[in-house]
C-alpha cells in the first residue's frame, strides 16, 4: 500500500528534513509515527499525501507513484486517504451532519448515498443525536469525532491521522484510539502520527521511531489493553 524507497527530502533552505527514507506498509496494518519535535514526522506525512515531493527515492502510495504523478490526478489519490488533523478543520457555519456530508458533495456523490453513509459514520463514531449540532457547541473530543467521520465517510483504503489527540483530552484520546483501532480491524490501514507515548504503549502495535530525519526504530510492540476492550464499544457500527 504504502512504499518508500531511499527517500530523502531537502528543503530550499538546506534543511534535510529526512534521509534516506525506507519502508513499507502492507494494506491493514495500523502504524503509530512517533519522534520528537522537528524529528521529520510532518515532513513524512506531507510526502504521503502529497503536499511535498520528495528531493530524492521512490515512493509508491496506494498504486500512485508520488516522483511522477500530475497533479490533475492528485484529488484521486486523496480520495484513497481519510485524513484526521489535530485542528479538526471543521467548518463553523455548518453543522455535524453537514461538515461530513460535505467531503462526500464534493466529490459528487448522490444526496441518497450521502444520507445513508452519513448516517453509518455518524453511528460508528459515536455522534447520534449531534448531526444538528454546529461545532462550536461541541466539545474538543466530539469535534474530534467529527473530524475521523468526515475521514471515513467515503470509505478510504487508508486513514491518516496527524496528531489526533493533541487537542484533546487523556480519557477522549482513549476513546478516539479505540475507534481508530476498531476502524483498522475492518481492513482500513491506519496510520497515526503523535507524540503521546504513553497511548503508544498501551496500545501497542507497529511503531516507526523517527529521529534527524531516519527511521531508528521499527517494531512491533504488544498491547497492554486486551484486545477486547479495543473494541468492546464497536457493536453500534455493525
Avoid: C, W
Avoid at 531508528?216 to 484486545?227: A, C
Amino acid at each position: 500500500m504504502i512504499h518508500l524507497k531511499n527517500v530523502s527530502k531537502v528543503y530550499a533552505n538546506g534543511t534535510e528534513a529526512l534521509r534516506n527514507i525506507s519502508l513499507d506498509i502492507e494494506q491493514g496494518e495500523f502504524v503509530f509515527i512517533v519522534g520528537a519535535s522537528g524529528a521529520g514526522k510532518s515532513t513524512f506525512l506531507k510526502l504521503l499525501i502529497h503536499e511535498e515531493k520528495a528531493t530524492f527515492g521512490k515512493i509508491n502510495v496506494a498504486g500512485f507513484d508520488l516522483m511522477k504523478i500530475r497533479k490533475r490526478k492528485v484529488p484521486y489519490l486523496r480520495r484513497k486517504m481519510g485524513i484526521v488533523f489535530q485542528d479538526f478543520r471543521l467548518i463553523e457555519k455548518m453543522n455535524v451532519y453537514d461538515n461530513i456530508a460535505f467531503a462526500m458533495r464534493a466529490i459528487g456523490s448522490p444526496e441518497k448515498s450521502i444520507k445513508k453513509r452519513v448516517g453509518a459514520v455518524i453511528d460508528i463514531v459515536g455522534l447520534n443525536g449531534k448531526e444538528k449540532s454546529r461545532p462550536s457547541e461541541l466539545s474538543g473530543g466530539e469535534q474530534q469525532r467529527v473530524s475521523l467521520a468526515r475521514a471515513l465517510v467515503n470509505n478510504p483504503e487508508m486513514i491518516i491521522a496527524d496528531e489526533p489527540t493533541g487537542n484533546i483530552d487523556p480519557k477522549m484520546s482513549y476513546e478516539i484510539m479505540k475507534k481508530l483501532v476498531m476502524i483498522n480491524k475492518r481492513g482500513t490501514t491506519v496510520i497515526v502520527v503523535t507524540h503521546d507515548h504513553e497511548l503508544v504503549r498501551s496500545f501497542g502495535g507497529r511503531v516507526i521511531l523517527i529521529g534527524g530525519g531516519e527511521i531508528i526504530r521499527d517494531e512491533i510492540m504488544p498491547s497492554k489493553i486486551d484486545s477486547d476492550e479495543h473494541v468492546k464499544d464497536g457493536g453500534a457500527a455493525e
